[in-house]
């Protein structure tokens, strides 16, 4: 499970960020433990637990996790995790990334096996890192800026969300949801 943002603090709650945000949650729910440096990422490694009601669990209602979260910046988080990939020696349709999606209102949610990169540079370098692109995505809309110039779009989504607290608690739990669906009952496209 990958998310997608930018490492340091000036980044920690822009909406480029909100994949970074998304494991967070998860991180907490699950109690899966502390983050340590690998593979220029931070990860965890754990089993995640107790999945939400409605959510069918799996064999004994646990499923075996890798959490991820590039220490590279968006546009090379390939280079994190691809090696991952090798280590773990997961199939590419193991692989889950959750990232923002201008292209989504905000505050939608939309799950999908496979695909183009959108013109999302993370999506970019993970499909060229991974060696194709049919990995789940979890996408989580965070609205676009009324201009389709690239700094425009690039300080828009590297500043931080503008909607209230509450708004963005609730897309992130929405994507959360969406993750433990996939995690616990398996992918359906």
Known sequence: MVGLGNPGAQYARTRHNAGFMALDV?????????????????VVEGTARGAPPGVATG????????????????NE???????ARGHFKL?????????????LQFGEVRVRHGGGSGGHNGLKSLTQA????DFWRVRLGVGRPPSTDSEVVSRYVLAPFAEPASEVRTLLDRGVAEIERLVFEGGSS
């Open 91 to 103: 199939e590419l349709e193991r692989v889950l990334v959750v990232y923002d999606e201008i292209d």
């Open 130 to 133: 991974l060696g194709g692109a």
């Open 59 to 74: 064999a004994e209602g646990a499923q075996r996790v890798v959490l991820m979260w590039p220490q590279t910046y968006m």
């Open 26 to 42: 998860l991180q907490a729910r699950w109690g899966v433990g502390k983050a340590r440096s690998r593979f220029g990422a931070r």
């Open 77 to 83: 988080a390939g280079r994190a995790v691809g090696p």
